[in-house]
């Protein structure tokens, strides 16, 4: 089975949120801070690290910004 352009763009995006998610839980376990705290400042820093990934903040291979 071959993936296509818009398939592997959307796995990436997804694999990309399932890291965000893990480094937030771990932040919450490893640091032992409220669930709730790691999950404001995962809020907090998700948006900053996608800014700085130039070809992250697009998403142009899926969704309504699809050529």
Known sequence: MKLTAKHKAVIKSYLRAVAASAITTALAIVVDIHPAYATLLGALVAPIVKA????SGSEV?????EK
């Open 52 to 55: 700085i990934d130039p070809k």
């Open 61 to 65: 291979g899926y969704g309504l910004s």
